[in-house]
Structures are given as C-alpha cells and as structure tokens.
C-alpha cells in the first residue's frame, strides 16, 4: 500500500508525535508498504530530510507553548487533504496526538475528502478530547469516574466539595501536560492558573489513590490490562516518555474477575465514547473501595517505544510491526 503517515503538527505532543510516526514508518516500511513521512505543521518530508525532523528523542519536557503559537500561525493542518503524497495515498496512518490531530479537525478535513485513514473518526475524537463532556458521558452510562465540578468553581468551593488531594488539568489536552496533584489548599490556585495556558476550560476532580490501569480497545475486543508503575508520584511527562523512568507490568497482576471487570468498562467506555477501530481508556484502581474509575479515553494513543497500547498488543500476541499493519489494512478496507 501507498501510505502516508501524519506526525508533528503544533500541540503540545509533537515531540511524542514524531516519535510515534517514526517508529509507525519503519514497521510499515519493514513490511514493504511504500510510507511517506507527513508533518501537519510543515508539510511532506522528502527522504534525506527526515532524519533530521525524526532523529530526535521525545525529551523529558514537552515544547515551549510560545514556540507552539508562533507554528500554529503557519500551520497546514486543515489543508492537509491538498497535498499529493496525501491525496494519492491508499491510507493516511494518522500518527497525531493533541490538537487538531486529536480533536477531529484534522479526521474531519480526511472525511471530507474521502482519503481513508487510521482511528477514530472526527465525531469520536472531538468527545475523547473533551474530558469534561467524556466524563458526563461515562456517569450517564454508569461508568464509575472521580467526582468532578463545574468549570466556574471557585478554587475554595472545590475543596469544600471534593476535599484534598485534587487532580487539576486542562480539559482538552492529554501527555499530562498542564496536570498538576493538588495536595495543599495554597496550590490550588496555582494549579489552576497551570492548567489555564492550555485551555480555559480546567478540570478540577478527586485524586483517587492507587493503582494505574490502562486497557487498549481494539476492533471491539479489549486487550490485556497494563499496569503503570510511574518513576514520579504522578505518571507525568517524564515518566512516559524517558525510557527507563518507569516500569510497567503486562498484562497487570490482577484477579480474574477484576481483570473481566475492567475489560468490560473499557468497551463499554470507547463505545460510550464513539471510538474507531482502536483506542486506550485509562483507570484508577481505588486503594480503599477496589472500584475502577474510569479517567479518559484516548483516541490516538502513543505508538514509541515507550507507549501503553503497542505493550497491550504485544502482551496479547501481536508484534508492533503486525499492529500498525492491521489499523492501516482496517483503515483501506473502511472498517474504522
């Protein structure tokens, strides 16, 4: 197949990104497809430029925002459709995390142009993005989540209502960035002012203590839980994308009927989600009431060599270069 594979662009996971669209490129590259390296930020990347774009490691922190608003004024993103390597693909591999790739902008100018591609479509990826409407949608499907308020709560009314320690994060954004665990009333504000550079919208949620869940959705079925054993007290930024930071057991050391447990909310959470061929749902597992709660979904989970849903897919007996050939092949037969 002729197949583009879109990376980069201008949120704040595009260093994640090009490592994802690299490491897609050399497993469809290995079985023989002819790959095209896409940067919705800059355009396609010929051949002798792309070690240069792609050589770079993820880092332990994710780009400079101003940096980021200075591209986004350039940014090709919703014009992606008129490019030829793009428009004569047989199948764009949408290796994208964030931003206009994650939040349908970019699923929604593919769609109009009728160019097959990997994932979700952009109904699917505009809800997964939205935490707050995500979480509106698990507790009317009686998907157990941390309890939440309202975007206008003031900082002093949220610790009346949920208590200490918070959870306080941008609404659209994922990789972390912009979450901060509030565990002293005095950093409340300040975790919020954080979390605003991203996006107005703040999350502010109860902190449930214990253990870190993750499951990847794929055609339907769920895949062998991971558990996540972060370097720091938060699975942040570093800890994902540093190898060697954290570890990570799969499939999770859990009983049968918890493992069955979490599968079925999963499912359930990337349907209630509106999910394609494949996404990730990640949980907490609470310390003292044994209940998971469910966090968010996500719609492009990362593909480096460090990402969550390549070791669920290998766990459960099938190789990254065999993965990324089943979503491009899903994708050209029109089953996403």
Known sequence: ???????????????????????????????????HAVDTARGYVPPDEEERLLGASVGATPPDVRELAEARRGSLSLAI???PVVRDADVAFVALHGGEGENGK?????????????????????IAMDKRLSKELFG????????????????DRAIEELGLPLIVKPSNGGS???????????????????????????????????????????EGEALPPVEIFPGHELYDYESKYTPGTSRYESPASLK???????????????????????????????????????LEGNSLPGMTATSLFPKAATAAGIPFSALCERLARAAAAGTE
Do not use: K
């Open 1 to 35: 197949m002729n197949i583009a594979v879109l990376m980069g662009g201008t949120s704040e996971e595009r260093s994640v990104s090009l490592a994802s669209g690299r490491a897609v490129m050399e497993a469809l590259r290995g079985a023989g497809h002819e790959v």
């Open 256 to 294: 049968p009927a918890d493992a069955a447990t979490v599968a079925e909310l999963a499912v359930r959470a990337h349907n209630v989600l509106r999910q394609g061929t494949f996404s990730r749902i990640d949980f907490r597992l609470g310390a003292d009431d044994g209940v998971f709660y469910c």
């Open 140 to 155: 009317a499907a009686a998907i157990p989540t941390p309890a939440w308020l309202p975007p206008d709560t003031a900082a």
């Open 176 to 218: 972390t960035v912009g979450l901060s665990l509030v565990r002293e009333s005095a950093d409340l504000e300040p975790a919020m002012a954080e979390a605003r550079r991203f996006d107005p919208d703040v999350l502010v949620e109860r902190y449930v203590e214990g253990r870190e869940i993750t499951v990847a959705v794929l």
């Open 81 to 83: 459709a008129e490019l």
């Open 106 to 126: 970019v699923q929604a100018v593919l769609e109009m142009a009728d160019i097959p591609f990997t994932g979700t479509g952009h109904l699917g990826c505009a």
